[in-house]
């Protein structure tokens, strides 16, 4: 299936940390970007953090200082740690891909985003 796989999610409680794991096994994605997705119940998925081939990055207002993403080309995945956690972080994280372009920086938007993983569930509660 040409879609990510994600991992590492959980419970934990407030003030915690989790590393989730995304990988693509069906060809390479040097040339795309990743992002990093969630969606709470009952609210709009909102993009969280994407990084480029050549690791350029962007981080959501919600989350900059407290989560740092990450990716490892050689094995087609990327990586989202998470500290300091929230009640409000509470969500399905997805992993997706877009083509991208050494002239543009990546995009926390969803449009054009492809290769949706199931996503992994983080609850952030005491």
């Known amino acids: 299936q040409l879609q990510f796989v994600e991992s590492g999610g959980g419970l934990v409680q407030p003030g915690g940390s989790l590393r989730l794991s995304c990988a693509f096994s069906?060809?390479?994605?040097?040339?795309?970007?990743i992002g990093w997705f969630r969606q709470a119940p009952g609210k709009g998925r909102e993009g969280v953090s994407c990084?480029?081939?050549?690791?350029?990055?962007k981080y959501a207002d919600s989350v900059k200082g407290r989560f740092t993403i990450s990716r490892d080309n050689a094995k087609n995945a990327a990586y989202l740690q998470m500290n300091s956690l929230k009640p409000e972080d509470t969500a399905v994280y997805s992993c997706a891909a877009r083509p991208s372009s050494a002239l543009y920086d990546c995009s926390l938007e969803d449009n054009g985003m492809a290769h949706w993983g199931e996503g992994t569930q983080v609850t952030v509660s005491s």
């Open positions: 990084i480029t081939s050549d690791k350029r990055i």
């Open positions: 069906e060809f390479s994605l040097d040339h795309y970007y």
